[in-house]
């Protein structure tokens, strides 16, 4: 029998590399029967992965009712020739303090602008494509999400 290949570990400064470099993860919820994944656009400061949520859809109950998550970050080559993972398991906690949001949501704004995003993406932020990116610092449509008490980072690369 052959022993399978083993997917070898990044080291924190790899995955900290992934991180930062990606702007788009996959947050796993705990659901009723089956967990519940969606998309979410996040920014990392070098210590937290913040994110922003609409105030309505299904997320907002399960967040509610467990605020444990797995957020995973990928990246890979088109023909899937290279590619890295990161998961990371922890709790999502609303931030709360006006400054910080503030700060957060500048982060985002920074972010899009860098990253040449369309205005489009700004629908999946509570705002309408044809504002302007700066509203998303100026105005609270969303909840601001950060992820605090990872209790388990699996970080995988293929070569």
Not at 13 to 21: K, N, P, Q
Not at 85 to 101: D, H, I, R
Request: proline share 6%; hydrophobic share 40%.
């Amino acid at each position: 029998m052959t022993t399978p290949l083993k997917i070898p570990r990044m080291a924190k400064a790899e995955y900290d590399s992934l991180i930062a470099r990606q702007h788009v993860s996959r947050i796993a919820f705990a659901a009723a029967e089956h967990p519940y994944i969606a998309p979410f656009m996040y920014v990392f400061d070098g210590r937290y992965l913040y994110f922003l949520s609409t105030k309505y859809g299904r997320k907002i109950e399960y967040f509610k009712t467990n605020p444990k998550v797995s957020v995973e970050i990928e990246e890979y080559a088109p023909d899937l020739s290279a590619f890295t993972f990161v998961s990371l398991q922890g709790t999502l906690e609303e931030v709360q303090e006006s400054a910080k949001k503030k700060e957060v949501r500048s982060l985002f704004v920074d972010m899009i602008r860098k990253k040449g995003l369309s205005p489009l993406v700004l629908s999946a932020l509570g705002h309408s494509p044809g504002e302007p990116v700066e509203k998303l610092a100026q105005e609270e449509r969303s909840m601001v999400w950060k992820l605090v008490g990872v209790k388990d980072i699996v970080a995988l690369k293929n070569r």
